[in-house]
């Protein structure tokens, strides 16, 4: 009895081993069919956003997929995706990484949805040297760690509203007044995104001397910014920036509206998510909000058409959605990088891929693609839309502007303007 | 931080703006702080998850705004909903942790917290949501004080629910059972109160009162499943500083909380706001401290 157990042990052990072995050989390309791997939020507190992500992803392969596939020596390949649900807790994408990685022999990763758990991801892919394309996590401190196999097709948060300085200083300018007498209030949630966030809008005030006469930082749970915004009226700041996710974009909204601020230009990051536009209505009006893409852009490619035809056609392959999010946009874009590298490439080999990628030079519907050093996309700018007519329209840069922008915001909202 | 206690000498107006905005929350605090205080002072359970019977209150409400209720009427539908559960989580959990350590209920309280955050995060989703009571702004001080009508609206019914809260507990048979109790359990049950009825009435009454205060909160404020804590953490400040059975020291405490809030925001900056408050509470434990530490010595 004892004899045949340790004999059963025995050859589930070594099978066991076999298996291990055998798994990661056969796993990274099935057949006609390369597979990638993402480990992405399906349920927790991402779970809307990790759906967008994965419908960006969806997208994209069955694009790839229905032209063709992508061609590696004189086959053809289908991709797919193979996805666990990290429940939005970047412990778990870490596992589920290496379990994508050591035992199912993925060998070429999709990133998950949000900075923290993209920060869990890169360690992982780096130890095992399998390259990573994610396009959902934007903190900055993803690049300065000096990772060799992380990219990301986004523009990192340090420039999302970076960027509202710069037009500050454009618009000063054209008013007869010099870049350094704009006068810059902050209102920052105290958490890694927002406070890289704060970081570039600090960098390019200086460059440009501006004062910061107002840097609040907005807890976590803060509902209230109301002593933020008393001060903000007594202080009358020629800017106002505001970045705490959705629940900052949501009372910002609310209370600047309520209260009746009139600083002339206001930027805030999370509109779209807040849907300042729906509840804040003519409240909303004139509000600065950077995003990573928008439809309106001009930028084309040859798997999607242009960004509206990416629009269009995504709308109606999924529904449930009023707009494109964003995050599916640049979703599909990272899939269009792997594509892209394999076709270079013309091989499966992670290093030659890792090589490839890092020299990519694509054009997408999402944007121009060029990866620094550090991995991420110096080559596609954040552009500013603002709040005109209950609708966003870019105003900034002005090389992708579809719109004039309006200065100074309306002042007060329709609560005010009803008196 | 010099700069900003400068501004409020200059220019006095923004002070009424501070208070004005304070003192109006603050109501709403009170509501939340009264609950605590009378399941506290009633049973002796410290509740740990009042912050998310707030928020529960302020989802229900959202959840019927956003079905074409009239959010101030809300008020009533979900009360009443609160006290049933209420009810129905005393007969599961609390009456077995009355008669237990402080500890006991403490523990129970805080899962009880838990569960509730998750459970509102699976049911409305982690979104910030908020509520539109549809009524105006109103400016004086040539735009330099803003006063919403919607604060103004619950400043009063925060009032009202107060006022009919004590002629309730002076007049009303079960008022008295509830104070009878609130003195000696003991007794109470002997000259025949039921005791049981007593509790489970106070604790659905709490979460009554804690749900109208999250509706009014859904239309001043925003809802997240995790901000319970955040109002958890001022209803202990605000009972902690008025002591137990005291509703007008609650009511005056809160009121106070909320302008010392606005104050802190406005002169130390934003992130201060809430560390203010367990500050707060840390200088009145100490002044408490000190305070029996004196009386002590005058009885020696």
Known sequence: MYKTKRTFLLAATASAVALAFAGPAAAKVEGDKIILGSAISITGKYSQEGKNARDGYDLAVKMINDKGGVKVGDKSYKLEVKYYDDESTPARTAQLLERLISQDGVKYVLGPYSSGTTKAAAPVTEKYKIPMVEAEGASRSLFTQGYRYLFAVLSTSEQYLASAIALAAETAKKQGKKPSDVRIAMAFENDPFSLDVRAGVVDDAKKYGMKIVIDDKLPRDLSDMSATLTKVKALKPDLLVVSGHTKGASTAGRQINEMGISVPMIAMTHCESADIIGKFGAGAEGILCPTQWAETLSYKDSLFGTAKQYNDLFLKTYTGYDTVPYQSAQASAAVQVWADAFTRAQSFDTEKLRDTIAATNLDTFYGKVKFSPAGNNIAKPMVLRQVQNGGYHVVAPSEWASHKLVFPRNAGGAKQASK | ?300
């Open chain 2, 1 to 300: 931080m010099w700069d900003n206690l400068q501004i409020l000498g200059l220019a006095p107006v923004f002070n009424v703006q501070l208070l004005v905005n304070g003192v109006l929350i603050g109501a709403v605090f009170a509501l939340a702080a009264y609950g605590l205080a009378l399941v506290w002072g009633v049973m002796n359970v410290k509740n740990l998850a009042q912050g998310d019977f707030v928020m529960m209150g302020g989802y229900l409400g959202w959840w019927l705004a956003e079905r074409g209720l009239n959010p101030i009427l809300a008020l009533l539908p979900v009360a009443a909903v609160m006290f049933a559960f209420g009810w129905v989580l005393y007969w599961l959990i609390i009456r077995r942790v009355i008669q237990r350590d402080l500890f006991t209920s403490l523990l129970a309280t805080f899962g009880l917290a838990i569960v509730m955050q998750q459970g509102l995060n699976l049911a409305f989703g982690p979104e910030v949501r908020t509520a539109d009571s549809g009524f105006d702004t109103r400016v004086f001080f040539d735009g330099m004080v803003t006063v919403t009508d919607i604060r103004i609206v619950s400043f009063v019914l925060c009032g009202l629910l107060a006022v009919a809260l004590v002629l309730y507990m002076k007049r009303s048979r079960m008022g008295q059972a509830i104070r009878a109790t609130a003195q000696d359990a003991r007794a109470a049950r002997i000259l025949g109160v039921d005791t049981e009825r007593v509790y489970a009435f106070t604790f659905s009454l709490n979460s009554a009162i804690c749900g109208a205060a999250g509706v009014l909160i859904s239309m001043i404020w925003v809802l997240q499943p995790f901000y319970g804590i955040a109002y958890s953490v001022r209803a202990f400040v605000i009972v902690t500083a008025a002591g137990l059975g005291n509703l007008p020291g609650v009511i005056i405490a809160a009121l106070g909380l909320g302008a010392i809030e606005q104050y802190s925001g406005f002169v130390l900056g934003a992130q201060f706001q809430q560390a203010t408050v367990v500050g707060l509470l840390v200088v009145i434990l100490v002044w408490k401290q000190f305070l029996m530490m004196r009386r002590r010595e005058n009885l020696q």
